[in-house]
């Protein structure tokens, strides 16, 4: 093997080549592992709500026919990390790491590309609501209208690491059924 490929391990002990992505490299399991202990925010919410649970929220905004787009969104950062949208905004080589790795997933779990407009648009109402309900305070209006786009009658009450993991791998299971 080249030792000069670049690679991370993964929670199910598989190399995951970020130089050479491909579908079979892909593991359901490493996915929900991963983001269910990825803090959203990079970690400045009130209390550890992770990247899964805000993948499960999405998922269940959602028609069903959606579902599945919407619980997989964010699933390249099960592989990279969750880096924050401003940051993101910075690394134009990270931006397309990330596109190619979900790129990858879309194949293994026959995701619709583009990504579907009702993903990306619950995604950002998801995150209005989000800081509205789990941030301390909003020092200065953010790039989305939180108030216009907040999903008043959403509780969030954040899982552990364990419940988001079970319930996003119980929901991925259903949603493939």
């Not at 593991?27 to 993948?55: M, N, P, W």
Request: overall charge negative; aromatic content about 10%; glycine content about 2%.
């Amino acid at each position: 093997m080249n030792e000069d490929r670049v690679w991370i391990q993964t929670y199910t002990g598989k190399q995951f080549f970020l130089d050479e992505i491909t579908a079979e490299q892909i593991d359901i399991k490493d996915i929900a592992h991963a983001l269910s202990l990825i803090c959203r925010y990079t970690g400045h919410c009130a209390e550890f709500y992770s990247v899964a649970q805000h993948s499960i929220l999405v998922s269940q905004q959602l028609p069903d026919e959606l579902k599945l787009d919407g619980l997989m969104h964010d699933a390249a950062e099960a592989y990279i990390g969750d880096i924050s949208t401003p940051l993101k905004s910075l690394l134009p080589e990270y931006r397309k790491l990330e596109g190619k790795i979900f790129m990858a997933i879309a194949d293994k779990f026959k995701l619709r590309l583009p990504e579907p407009h009702d993903v990306i648009l619950f995604d950002r109402c998801l995150c209005a609501t989000e800081v509205k309900k789990l941030m301390k305070k909003q020092v200065k209006p953010w790039a989305i209208d939180i108030n216009k786009m907040y999903i008043k009658d959403l509780d969030i009450i954040p899982y552990s690491s364990w419940t988001a993991e079970f319930i996003f791998l119980n929901l991925f299971d259903e949603l493939k059924r």
